[in-house]
């Protein structure tokens, strides 16, 4: 009688070797984010049916930019690309502009300056290489771009605190509220990544690899300075524990040169702007226009014309007035002035938008309000009142105080 030998191989799930293959530290996270991003882009779509028309300009919705027009109840991409990501979309196709606009007071105005490079030159790169719109690249590209964050911070976590560790830090980045950011055309998704990986390079000690990450992720938000005290823990943590594990001389002076780099680099974007615009503060301005456009201006007139004046007069002296000067405007204007009542009333509202020949703005006027002046926030005069959209409140015009300057020195010697 003869023997055989039987072998056998274990049977292996396609899935099981799927995973051996990819591993729990790349997998894991992947999916955790998919299936986030997948039930946020269902919540957008669904927000998106009850979305506005947004015209180009906008003038009506003050502070607010629209770059690329979008009808009502939007698909995704439109949605998805609004917000900052309008001031993005102007960046990806244009650039930045030469000087930095202004109003008739001189006072900056929003624009592109006060955004960072890195991520809409990415996407305009893509778009041109692509030929795709930027509704469609942005979005893929920032949430690609979250996918990997995610990946980087699992291992970052991993590395020191465990898989639990890792894969609880994972799962509550995915579902965190703001978490949607990382799917719309935003640079959150980018600056997490590199976050990540600047402290995974740190944690590892590839000081030589942190500059290209420090320098990209002073160009992609303002948050290079925050580095700095990461740094100067580690270089505490490494001396203190430089009898465990060693923290040689040559690695403490790059630490410290890393923590110079991270406070240099801080300055580079607004050095970048004011070297292109010719202008010292052109960034800080910028900045500084956010905490001021769309911000009430006060305008300062009649802005219900004479039959405002008249209500704040008493009865008996509108009587007399009405019985000496009838309808006609002009001699109850007159009659009025003579009495000493002719009183500015003022109104508030914002700057809406501002062009070469108008100022539009919100502040309640109507007719008779013509010539009252247009005052910014510190009482400096940008423009003169000279219409009205009647129907509609969310438009009146002034004339930029520029072009009546020079009528003004004109009639100044007539005025002696």
Request: contains cysteine; glycine residues 10%.
């Amino acid at each position: 009688m003869s023997t055989r030998t039987l072998t056998t191989s274990p049977v292996r799930s396609p899935f099981a070797g799927a995973g051996s293959r990819i591993g729990y530290p790349v997998w894991f996270p992947l999916t955790v984010y998919a299936i986030a991003r997948l039930v946020d882009l269902l919540l957008i779509v669904l927000a998106a049916r009850h979305q506005i028309a947004l015209p180009r300009g906008a003038a009506g919705l003050a502070g607010y930019n629209i770059w690329e027009p979008t009808p009502a109840s939007p698909w995704y991409g439109a949605v998805a690309s609004n917000w900052d990501g309008q001031w993005y979309s102007s960046i990806a196709a244009d650039g930045y502009p030469a000087t930095i606009p202004r109003d008739p007071a001189g006072h900056a105005l929003q624009n592109q300056w006060g955004f960072y490079p890195v991520y809409p030159l990415l996407v305009g790169g893509i778009m041109r290489i692509s030929g795709l719109a930027f509704t469609v690249v942005a979005p893929i590209l920032s949430c690609l771009l979250g996918a990997a964050a995610v990946t980087v911070m699992f291992r970052l976590v991993d590395q020191r605190s465990g898989r639990f560790a890792a894969s609880a830090t994972v799962v509550l980045v995915c579902t965190y509220m703001a978490a949607p950011v990382m799917q719309i055309a935003y640079t959150e998704s980018l600056a997490l990544l590199l976050v990540c990986t600047a402290l995974l390079l740190l944690r590892n000690r590839r000081y030589g690899w942190l500059i290209p990450v420090l320098v990209t992720l002073a160009l992609t938000r303002a948050v290079a300075l925050a580095f700095v005290p990461v740094l100067v823990a580690h270089a505490i943590s490494g001396y203190r524990r430089r009898h465990v594990e060693p923290f040689p001389l040559a690695d403490r002076w790059r630490v410290a040169g890393l923590t110079g780099l991270a406070v240099a680099v801080t300055g580079l974007w607004p050095a970048i702007a004011a070297l292109t615009t010719g202008d010292p503060a052109a960034y800080t301005q910028t900045m500084s226009s956010w905490g001021s456009t769309g911000k009430l201006r006060v305008l300062v007139a009649f802005p219900a014309g004479i039959e405002a004046m008249l209500a704040k007069a008493d009865a008996d002296v509108v009587r007399t007035v009405l019985e000496t000067a009838g309808m006609n405007a002009g001699r109850i204007s007159e009659a009025l002035a003579e009495r000493g009542l002719v009183r500015p009333s003022t109104t508030q509202g914002h700057i809406a938008d501002v062009t070469e020949t108008d100022v539009v703005f919100d502040a309640p006027t109507t007719q008779g309000g013509s010539g009252g002046p247009l005052l910014n926030r510190n009482g400096v005069v940008i423009g003169v009142s000279y219409a009205v959209l009647s129907g509609f409140g969310g438009n009146s015009f002034a004339v930029p105080i520029r072009h009546a300057l020079p009528l003004l020195a004109r009639a100044r010697p007539a005025l002696r």
